[in-house]
């Protein structure tokens, strides 16, 4: 009867803390707009305050567990990143910079040709 129950390492607790969760974040989100006559710092708190206990219920389950190495790897593969060098980003902004020009005459340019062959087929204009 317990195999039923498990699924993927997960049991039916680990399913009530991942819902108890939500409804913690949930809960700071309803609480945010349902206090909208207190201070702005009060409705944030109650939100961080969601969150902090969403994690502190969801850290010790299995999707606690999952979640923890997902930082993990992530922090491993954002080492094997190759960032680019400071000669390259101004580059490449630069690059991006002269493309907006370029485009933004481009468009200045059929603008001004549509506007005024609109003026000279309705008759209006000098």
Known sequence: MNEELKVD???ALDKAKLWLAVLLIVG????FYYFDDQPTWQ???AVVAGLVL????IMPSQYGRWLKQFVLDA???????????????LQTTALVFGF???AGVFFWFVDMLLAW???HLT???G
Request: charged residues 25%.
């Open 43 to 45: 409705r944030w708190l």
């Open 28 to 31: 700071g989100v309803v609480a």
């Open 117 to 119: 062959a609109t003026r």
């Open 54 to 57: 969403a994690v502190a219920v």
């Open 123 to 125: 008759g209006q204009g």
């Open 9 to 11: 390492g997960v049991d």
């Open 100 to 102: 907006v020009v370029v």
């Open 75 to 89: 922090r491993l593969e954002l080492r094997k990143v190759v960032w680019p060098t400071g000669r390259e980003t």
